[in-house]
Structures are given as C-alpha cells and as structure tokens.
C-alpha cells in the first residue's frame, strides 16, 4: 500500500490516541470505563536490547504519536540501522501539549519541519547510563546543540527532564521524555 494512502489512517489514529492521552490526563473524566481500566504499562518497560530503537518505539503504546511521526519522515528508517544512536524519546503526552492541529499539520502538509523537529531529539553515537553530565554539550544529527544540566540529582537536557534511566536498544540507547526538544530560538508556535 502506497505511503499516502496510510496517511488519512495515521492521523485518525493520531486524532484517537490524542483523545485518550488528553482524557487520561484530566483525571479520567472519559466516560468509556474500558479505557479507564486498562492496564497501564510503565513506558519503556516493553523495550529490549534485541529490538533496534525504531523497533521498540513501535512496540510500545506510550509511544504511538512518536512511532506515526517518525515513520512520515526517514527518521523511522535511520532508527532502524546499526547506529549506534541514543535517542530521547519523547511519549504520547509530549505531543498533546502541542497546538491543537499542530502534529496533524505537520504529518500531513509539512513532513520536512516534522523531521527536523524530531532530528533534534537523536545524536550518533552511544551515550550510556551515568555518561550524561553537567553542562555536557551534545551534537543531534540536526547539528545543534543540546544542553545537559542536572538539578536536585534530576537530568536536564535543553530545560527537558529525562525521565529514566538509557533503555538499552539493539543499536543504541532510548531515554525517556515528556517534552519535545526545539530548534534553538523555535517553539512550538514557530510551525
């Protein structure tokens, strides 16, 4: 099936995931009591060192915005290669916090400013457990800069907590955020 036919599903499924993570967040006032009951997994926690880092983004639910988002641009296809990589992964709520229609504009009319949102939250190269450090500068495949800092024994990076320790991944390391990363001097309201 051609990519463009998957489109108008992506962003259904998006639309459908956006709903339940904003529901989820507002204390459960979703009335479907399916979802309300659900198992919640730990995010990450189905991740394994066997799985390349595309792979295991895929395999994990807390991830659904993240894995549609990059299988719209090369940067699904890049995770999947030998690397090595550590990428920081941000979960579903990281992109309810968008604009309303932000995510569906950019899947469907500006896949390339997609990709260089998400090009800012990959580096080359392996950065393993206790190797982030105080004012650690580290390079994204984007070519800027991400600044890491610690506060009260929390990691920092570019004013984004990282929420877990490095998942370790088949081609490198996955760590775990509730935002996304920008270019420097954008937000999200530049797109």
């Known amino acids: 099936m051609p990519h463009t036919k ?24 979703n009335s479907n009591t399916t979802l309300k009951s659900a198992p919640v997994d730990t995010p990450g926690s189905k991740m394994t060192p066997s799985k390349t880092i595309a792979e295991n983004i895929s395999n994990d639910s807390a991830f659904a915005m993240l894995s ?12 999947s290669k030998p690397g090595p ?4 992964a941000p979960r579903n709520i990281a992109f309810t916090k968008l604009p309303d229609g932000m995510l569906e504009g950019l899947i469907n009319d500006r896949k390339n ?42 990691i920092i990076i570019n004013g984004v907590k990282i929420n877990s320790h490095g998942i370790q991944a088949k081609n ?5 955020i509730d935002d996304l990363f920008f270019p420097i001097n954008q937000t999200p309201g530049a797109y």
């Open 6 to 29: 998957l489109y108008p599903l992506v962003f259904a499924i998006l639309c459908l995931l956006s709903s339940a993570c904003r529901n989820s967040e507002s204390g459960g006032k």
């Open 68 to 79: 549609a988002s990059l299988k719209t641009t090369n940067l699904y296809d890049m995770l």
């Open 85 to 88: 990589f550590t990428f920081f």
């Open 113 to 154: 400013d997609l990709a260089n949102i998400l090009s800012h939250h990959i580096v080359a190269g392996l950065i393993p457990n206790g190797e982030l450090t105080q004012s650690q500068k580290l390079k994204t495949v984007a070519g800027e800069e991400l600044i890491v800092t610690e506060r009260n024994n929390e």
């Open 172 to 176: 490198g390391m996955v760590y775990i």
